[in-house]
């Protein structure tokens, strides 16, 4: 049977289980191999985020001040996936963690950070600092905006005095090869090659600089087998936490300035008014932007968030690891019945092409397989990205674990009292300090290393059930899936047991 032609058993399995009042989750669910002319290395992992942004592997890094910043978004979109940036940080802050993300790989370079010939050295190094630039190129600029010379790493590292000014320590405008505004990836690449230069300003007409172009990055962009999640400009795609309160407007203006690519308005209870008029104050203020919205965990609320213009839907209330909010407020759906039922709701109301993003309580790849096979087109990871090299945090030694990293809740008592926004994630901004009521954890995490690491354990695994249930896409894993409930015993067999292992 071709696959979309029946209905899928997933939606039955659905049925059933919510006829009998039983909401399920992930240790719970199991599927049947099914025949297969699927490798693992054939399946094809593509899938989307929101409406228009696409990912090439379905990982998305939880916007956790324990977890996303500047640098795991970058890992993550250099693995195919996209990071979502916390809104612990200031407006300002997160949209530079943003700029940091898109320039870290580009195309065309249109507005190449500049600096004026007039400068010395440690102002070009306290502009680096101040703003997090990773980079050490900067076109030099006379008065009129005239390209007169280029400084680069090399210019820096041998430079003994900094005071002196940055037109002593630059390659001067002469001795740059340069092109003319226009020129295309290809012969500016060739251009490059052919004279052995590591970049290559476009000039206008009137001397003016009109672009940068970089060799590492058309190389790249250009040669390389990238998964990189990229933008129509080959720059990175990432995306954003906001919340739903008026002032979150300028931080709304600030991360779309830096190009962020999707906007997430992120709450613990998506489904109210203060979310409906953020996203149409978004549409209202911004236009077209992509607008993730969340977390609901009925097809209700799902629904209602598509119909109040969000481009896609983040479900999960209460299944993260560091979460006590079903504990605390006695609320929300375990996770495969959440995602399955508002994935379905989406697609029996016409909404099939809004995606929905698995947040939360995935501890392993064949809990995404899971989630994936119910209708989801991505996961969230907050825990298992945690404790890598990309999280914020130092590593810090622990008797027992070893090394370990911290990782928290956004709804912890100290992320609430370190940050409104935590407050305001879980609806207690006017609360004095002591009478904040945590719905989740401070933890720590083993260190992990890098956290391509985990997203290849992830991204492998997934092949893995893609290749037994003969699934060639994300979207046929669906329509492949038999699941059934696992009965204690059941589960018990599904882990190691009867022996002591030891090695992975
Ligand atoms: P994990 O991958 O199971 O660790 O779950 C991560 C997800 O938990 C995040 O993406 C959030 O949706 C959610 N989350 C983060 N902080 C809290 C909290 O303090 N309480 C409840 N849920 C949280």
Request: glycine share 10%.
């Amino acid at each position: 049977m071709k696959a979309g032609v029946q209905r899928p058993q997933v939606y039955t399995f659905l049925e059933m289980m919510n006829d009998l009042g039983l909401r399920l989750t992930y240790p719970e669910v199991r599927f049947e191999s099914r025949y297969s002319e699927i490798m693992p290395s054939d399946a094809e992992l593509d899938t989307k985020f929101s409406e228009r942004v696409a990912l090439r592997v379905p990982i998305v890094s939880a916007a956790m001040d324990t977890v996303t910043e500047a640098d795991m978004a970058i890992a993550l979109a250099e693995y195919g996936g996209i990071g979502v940036i916390h809104r612990g940080l200031t407006p300002k802050a997160q949209a530079s963690a943003v700029d940091r993300v898109k320039h870290r790989q580009n195309g065309l370079i249109e507005n190449p950070i500049t600096v004026p010939e007039t400068w010395s050295v440690t102002q070009l190094q306290s502009l680096r600092r101040e703003k997090g630039y990773l980079f050490h190129r900067f076109p030099v600029l006379d008065g009129a905006g005239k390209l007169v010379g280029l400084v680069t790493r090399k210019d820096l590292d041998v430079c003994e005095d900094e005071h002196v000014s940055v037109s002593k320590i630059m390659t001067v405008a002469e001795d740059l090869e340069t092109a003319p505004k226009g020129i295309g990836k290809r012969e500016a690449y060739e251009r490059m090659r052919n004279c052995k230069r590591e970049s290559l300003p476009l000039i206008n007409k009137d001397g003016t600089l009109a672009g940068l172009y970089l060799f590492e990055d058309l190389k790249r962009i250009l040669l390389g087998h990238s998964t990189a999640n990229v933008d129509s400009n080959d720059q990175l795609r990432v995306a954003a936490a906001v919340g739903t309160s008026e002032a979150e407007m300028e931080r709304v203006a600030l991360l779309l300035e830096k190009k962020c690519d999707v906007i997430v308005i992120d709450t613990a209870h998506g489904h109210t008014q203060s979310m409906r008029l953020m996203i149409e104050a978004i549409r209202r203020e911004f236009g077209d932007v992509e607008i993730v919205a969340g977390n609901v965990s009925d097809p209700e609320a799902a629904v209602a968030l598509a119909n109040w213009g969000a481009n896609g839907i983040k479900v999960g209330q209460g299944p993260g690891s560091i979460c006590t909010t079903r504990v605390v407020a006695g609320i929300g759906v375990p996770q495969v019945s959440a995602v399955g039922n508002c994935a379905r709701a989406l697609r029996e109301a016409g909404f099939e092409r809004i995606p929905v993003i698995a947040d939360g309580g995935m501890e392993n790849s064949g809990d995404l397989v899971i989630a994936l096979s119910f209708g989801a087109s991505c996961g969230m990871f907050g825990g298992m990205l945690a404790g890598t090299d990309e999280a914020p945090g130092e590593i810090v030694y622990d008797p027992e674990l070893k090394q370990v990293k911290k990782y928290r809740g956004m709804g912890s008592l100290s992320a609430m009292r370190d940050s409104r926004a935590a407050r305001e994630r879980y609806g207690q901004q006017d609360r004095a300090v002591q009478k904040l009521v945590a719905e989740g954890v401070e933890a720590r995490v083993p260190y992990k290393g890098k956290v391509t690491l985990v997203l290849d354990k992830l991204s492998g695994g997934l092949r893995q059930g893609m290749g037994y249930l003969g699934a060639r896409t994300i979207g046929e894993l669906l329509h492949q899936a038999r699941p059934f409930r696992v009965s204690p015993v059941g589960m018990r067999e599904s882990g190691v047991h009867g022996v002591q292992a030891v090695a992975e």
